[in-house]
T-cell receptor, first 114, second 116 residues
Framework: AQTVTQSQPEMSVQEAETVTLSCTYD???????LFWYKQPPSRQMILVIR??????QNATENRFSVNFQKAAKSFSLKISDSQLGDTAMYFC???????????FGQGTTLQVKP | DTEVTQTPKHLVMGMTNKKSLKCEQH?????MYWYKQKAKKPPELMFV???????INESVPSRFSPECPNSSLLNLHLHALQPEDSALYLC???????????????FGPGTRLTVL
């Protein structure tokens, strides 16, 4: 099965600290994209960061960075200097072949505490 | 500009009503998607339109009827829904249909649907 697994249903972090959300996936494809989406309580699904599988360099977007380990099929998200506005559900996802489908993990609920 | 808009934000309807959800994007994207999302769950794909043609129907019941009038607009027509259809309905768009697995999907804010 082509799955995406997020093993941490819930996490919490103190404001200004660093937190890492884990994601592993299964695929037999060689070319695919990986994504982290954020969905705050307002429910808007927002793209946080994306990684192209053929690129070895880890993607970064301001306080957000990924640790992409292609051989291990691992794609973790690191949030530095956590802010209260980072409180949200985070979904890891990957593209699924040529179908246009996104395959999502079950999500990790992150709470940033003041 | 990575904006996808959806109207209405909230919708309450009875099981005998007919209503429509609307989605619009002006990013020149040629693929558009409907998802259904239950609370604390990932989105579930319903339909995919590519170049204004329906390309994927994930075995969705016929009480949901999608329509793509042009490349910027996507509608979801609702009829004879059941209470279990209550959910957040998300629209998304991407540049093409994900050929070579490279699409990035951008989501709208969703329509929260309640079926009484």
């Amino acid at each position: 099965a082509q799955t995406v697994t997020q093993s941490q249903p819930e996490m919490s972090v103190q404001e200004a600290e660093t937190v890492t959300l884990s994601c592993t996936y299964d695929t037999s494809e060689n070319n695919y994209y990986l994504f982290w989406y954020k969905q705050p309580p307002s429910r808007q699904m927002i793209l946080v960061i994306r990684q192209e599988a053929y690129k070895q360099q880890n993607a970064t977007e301001n306080r957000f960075s990924v640790n992409f380990q292609k051989a291990a099929k691992s794609f973790s998200l690191k949030i530095s200097d956590s802010q209260l506005g980072d409180t949200a559900m985070y979904f890891c996802a990957r593209t699924g072949g040529n179908t246009g489908k996104l395959i999502f993990g079950q999500g990790t609920t992150l709470q940033v505490k003041p | 500009d990575t904006e996808v808009t959806q109207t209405p934000k909230h919708l309450v309807m009875g099981m005998t009503n007919k209503k429509s959800l609307k989605c619009e994007q002006h990013m020149g994207h040629r693929a558009m998607y409907w998802y259904k999302q239950k609370a604390k769950k990932p989105p579930e794909l319903m339909f995919v339109y590519s170049y204004e043609k329906l390309s994927i129907n994930e075995s969705v019941p016929s009480r949901f009827s999608p329509e793509c009038p042009n490349s910027s607009l996507l509608n979801l027509h609702l009829h004879a829904l059941q209470p279990e259809d209550s959910a957040l309905y998300l629209c998304a768009s991407s540049q093409d249909r994900g050929l070579a697995g490279t699409d990035t999907q951008y989501f709208g804010p969703g329509t929260r649907l309640t079926v009484l």
